[in-house]
């Protein structure tokens, strides 16, 4: 991975005749970037390979962390590569800062299907049984049919309401008496049917 590392210069020391000694420990202080946006990352590790020591970024994707020569410092966030960066034996300074830029990481899992049954077959099986609830036209059907079975019994008491008040104003014209059909079998007869009608419906 194509990695921008920069070195800046903080603190000098001044060099007077022979080499320099170096240092027991280096202060690293840098910041994470997304590659592409340069967007600060947040909340990303930043650890010494093999040990625990280590640190994470900033909401602003800064950090610091101190380190020695040849120590290898991992970078890593959900969502992109893991990088590392290895630091130099040889180095003079105790202070350096650094820019580490991420690479995001794509990553395709393997197709999932999801089931509320243990196998495709029940899950089949259930969803060809399941009773749907009724429409807004079923519901209108029902509602007619309900309408014209009500008028229906109401045409009907109505009929024989109208047929008794007529006969009884043609006994009142003509003088006559009413008959009496509580002992005509004939009417029983009719009077059971039409009770065994309406329990059929």
């Known amino acids: 991975m194509k990695r ?22 280096v202060q690293i202080t840098g910041s994470l970037l997304d590659k592409e946006s340069l967007e600060p990352l947040p909340f990303a590790t930043v650890l010494v390979k093999g040990s625990f020591h280590g640190t994470i970024t900033s909401s602003q994707g800064l950090f610091t962390l101190l380190v020695h020569p040849t120590d290898t410092v991992q970078f890593s966030m959900v969502g992109y590569k893991t990088s590392e960066l290895v630091i130099p034996a040889g180095m003079t300074e105790s202070r350096y800062a650094m820019l580490e830029l991420m690479e995001k990481s794509t990553v395709v899992l393997k197709e999932l299907k999801v089931y509320p049954w243990p196998s495709a077959s029940q899950f089949h099986s259930a969803f060809l049984g399941v009773t749907l609830p009724p429409t807004e036209q079923d519901k209108t059907n029902k509602m007619q049919k309900e309408l014209e079975a009500t008028m229906r019994n109401s045409y009907e008491s109505e009929k024989y309401y109208d047929e008794q008040l007529r006969n009884r104003q043609i006994y009142q014209l003509t003088g006559q008496i009413p008959p009496n059909h509580f002992l005509d079998p004939v009417r029983w007869l009719d009077f059971i049917e039409e009770l065994r009608a309406k329990n059929r419906k």
């Not at 070195?7 to 027991?24: E, T």
Request: zero cysteines; glycine letters at 10%.
């Open 4 to 25: 921008l590392f920069l070195l800046l210069f903080l603190v000098s020391s001044a060099m007077s005749g022979g080499f320099a000694q170096q240092p027991a420990t």
